[in-house]
């Protein structure tokens, strides 16, 4: 879910971000907050959650998208930095660098979703909820229109594409996304801190989804499973675990090295698509 939302900028919009861990950490953090300082239930501290993260990703799209390539994602980076500092000493508020514990699992009309079944039912639906509105939004004018930009922003603007409206959508979009992403995973492990939300886990993000390929599709997915089994496979060789987090860091950079020189379009290439006649603001 996480990568989908990722996603939404690198694939569809061809923005390279390194926010996404912040909003998956304001998302979690947020959700932690209502549901433990004011008592509020599943279903409000997600909906609660998702707001406050769409607020704060529209506001910071406005200085963001005034920039594009590098200096882009200079801003996502500063912003995830700044993110993770708050997170790391807000402490009254946050808990500090030791975080925040005994997260009540969610209760889900009526029923606690305490077993670890039920929760990986939980996040496949909501996963399937996501799918399918990106499904539909990389076919509708929305995502036709990001395509284009991506492929060309002077030439869409030409034909009356708004970048600045269609950027800002898909910077909210992604971060609402990631905010669920954290919800349901401040939920499942019943316990949060900083440590979860550096600018590892957005390089991490990012590294997906240009290894698994971008736009709607196998792409996110392929280079989630890659990524996510490659530490599996470093485990059954005997490694170490502090000498396999290092060897894992040097395998994803020279495999992105060697992906934007042998095969940019990613493990699967976007498909194309027939574009539509007419292109709405």
Same mark, same amino acid.
């Given at each position: =879910?996480?990568?989908?939302?990722?996603? +939404?900028?690198?694939?569809?919009?061809?923005?390279?971000?390194?926010s996404n861990a912040a909003f998956y950490g304001i998302g979690a953090y947020a959700y932690t907050i209502l549901l433990i300082k004011y008592g509020c239930g599943f279903w409000t501290g997600l909906i609660g959650a998702s707001i406050i993260t769409g607020i704060i990703a529209f506001i910071i799209s406005i200085p963001a998208l005034r920039f594009r390539g590098e200096r882009f994602v200079l801003v996502t980076l500063g912003f995830q930095m700044i993110t993770f500092s708050l997170l790391y000493n807000w402490d009254w508020l946050t808990g500090g660098p030791e975080g925040i514990s005994?997260?009540? !699992?969610?209760?889900?009309?009526?029923?606690?979703?305490?077993?670890?079944?039920? /929760?990986?039912?939980?996040?496949?639906?909501?996963? #399937?909820?996501?799918? @399918?509105?990106?499904? /539909?939004?990389?076919?509708?004018?929305?995502? /036709?229109?990001?395509?284009?930009?991506?492929?060309?922003?002077?030439?869409?603007?030409?034909?009356?594409?708004?970048?600045?409206?269609?950027?800002? @959508?898909?910077?909210?979009?992604?971060? @609402?996304?990631? $905010?669920? &992403?954290? $919800?349901?995973? &401040?939920?499942?492990?019943?316990?949060?801190?900083?440590?979860?939300? #550096?600018?590892?886990?957005?390089?991490?993000?990012?590294?997906?989804?240009?290894?698994?390929?971008?736009?709607?599709?196998?792409?996110?997915?392929?280079? #989630?499973?890659?990524?996510?089994?490659?530490?599996?496979?470093?485990?059954?060789?005997? =490694?170490?675990?502090?000498? &396999? &987090?290092?060897?894992?860091? =040097?395998?994803?950079?020279?495999? +992105?090295?060697?992906?934007?020189?042998? !095969?940019?379009?990613?493990?699967?290439?976007?498909? @194309?698509?027939?574009?539509?006649?007419?292109?709405?603001?």
């Amino acid at each position: =879910m996480l990568a989908y939302s990722s996603n +939404l900028l690198i694939g569809f919009g061809g923005l390279l971000t390194l926010s996404n861990a912040a909003f998956y950490g304001i998302g979690a953090y947020a959700y932690t907050i209502l549901l433990i300082k004011y008592g509020c239930g599943f279903w409000t501290g997600l909906i609660g959650a998702s707001i406050i993260t769409g607020i704060i990703a529209f506001i910071i799209s406005i200085p963001a998208l005034r920039f594009r390539g590098e200096r882009f994602v200079l801003v996502t980076l500063g912003f995830q930095m700044i993110t993770f500092s708050l997170l790391y000493n807000w402490d009254w508020l946050t808990g500090g660098p030791e975080g925040i514990s005994g997260i009540p !699992r969610p209760i889900v009309f009526g029923f606690e979703i305490s077993s670890h079944g039920s /929760y990986m039912m939980l996040v496949f639906l909501a996963a #399937t909820i996501v799918g @399918v509105v990106l499904y /539909y939004s990389y076919r509708s004018p929305l995502g /036709y229109a990001l395509r284009a930009l991506r492929d060309d922003e002077q030439a869409a603007q030409a034909i009356g594409i708004s970048p600045k409206k269609m950027f800002s @959508v898909s910077f909210v979009l992604s971060g @609402v996304l990631s $905010a669920i &992403a954290g $919800a349901l995973y &401040a939920g499942y492990i019943t316990y949060i801190d900083p440590s979860s939300f #550096t600018l590892s886990e957005s390089i991490f993000q990012a590294s997906i989804i240009l290894l698994g390929g971008g736009g709607y599709g196998l792409g996110p997915f392929a280079g #989630t499973l890659f990524l996510v089994l490659l530490p599996e496979g470093l485990s059954r060789l005997g =490694m170490p675990d502090s000498m &396999a &987090a290092n060897v894992r860091e =040097m395998i994803y950079g020279t495999l +992105l090295v060697l992906f934007m020189f042998f !095969r940019p379009q990613g493990i699967v290439p976007e498909r @194309v698509l027939q574009w539509p006649t007419r292109i709405t603001k």
